[in-house]
């Protein structure tokens, strides 16, 4: 069998060690790509050091939509039988890789694998909705080779300011690219395959602000996601912008921040963002 592993990384140089040696390098059959983007850290140098075998790709452009896009029409070998997506930031556990592969290939039908989460406050309820909704986590997953070829030669590709790209990936994959009705059955939900990503810790200024970030940018991703929604539902895949911000203009007016004490501030800076950048 062979799988083709994809690792997304902008600015991981503390992470990206661990990260890899979590991986079945070298193991035969498996091929290895480090996504190096808009890194302006050591990210690169150290993945070299630490998988020289490894094909290593350090690019200016940053986003990891835009990242994903250029890997799976670009540069992805085509005959790969599963293709993993890991975060550069995120320690795969041991016989995860294979275990996404071997459910893909028990299951043709299916288009993508999904870990769950095996730390953190709320991972219990996170496996649990993801056994429940056949969902997947952009952390670690996979897509099955025929569906990855399926989906390079429509020329679908993420909007590239896309935040939180599991979402709108999960929906081509249950919809079968547009040309099906929604099944949640094309996702496999796979226990025997985990991740562990950094916890927030109280106690560190660094963590605190790296949380501080995520949180402004899942305000961003849910008014994204309300977007994506209304496209899958009237056009369809063939309908997704190249950039997100194209939309933001008209969408904007219909666009309010949560009542919520902690999401309205982080709504309201998503907000300004996206009328910055509607221009």
């Not at 498996?30 to 094909?55: C, M």
């Not at 459910?103 to 056994?131: C, D, K, Q, T």
């Not at 994204?224 to 899958?232: G, K």
Request: hydrophobic share 50%; aromatic share 8%.
């Amino acid at each position: 069998m062979s799988i083709v592993i994809a690792i997304l990384a902008h600015n991981e140089e503390r992470r990206i060690a661990a990260c890899l040696a979590s991986l079945p390098l070298g193991a035969p059959g498996v091929e290895v790509h480090v996504l190096v983007n808009a890194s302006q850290d050591a990210t690169a140098a150290i993945a070299r050091q630490t998988a020289p075998a490894a094909h290593v790709h350090d690019w200016p452009e940053g986003g990891k939509a835009r990242t994903w896009n250029r890997f799976v029409h670009e540069v992805a070998p085509p005959d790969g039988d599963a293709y993993v997506f890991v975060d550069g930031d995120a320690e795969v556990l041991a016989g995860s890789v294979e275990a996404l592969a071997a459910a893909l290939a028990a299951r043709p039908p299916a288009n993508a694998a999904a870990a769950f989460p095996r730390n953190g406050r709320h991972a219990a309820r996170y496996a649990a909705e993801m056994a429940a909704s056949h969902g997947l986590f952009g952390d670690l997953y996979a897509l099955s080779g025929a569906f990855l070829r399926r989906l390079r030669a429509s020329q679908l590709r993420l909007p590239d300011d896309l935040i939180g790209d599991d979402s709108l990936i999960g929906a081509l994959a249950k919809l079968d690219l547009g040309a099906a009705a929604w099944e949640d059955a094309r996702i496999l939900p796979c226990p025997a395959a985990g991740f562990l990503c950094e916890p927030v810790r109280a106690t560190s200024p660094a963590s605190l602000a790296l949380q501080y970030r995520r949180m402004r940018a899942y305000a961003l991703r849910r008014f994204q996601n309300r977007i994506i929604s209304d496209i899958m539902a009237t056009t369809g895949p063939a309908g997704l912008p190249r950039r997100m911000a194209s939309l933001y203009r008209q969408w904007l007016p219909r666009l309010v921040p949560r009542r919520h004490p902690v999401w309205w501030w982080f709504d309201r800076q998503a907000l300004a963002l996206m009328r910055k950048r509607a221009g």
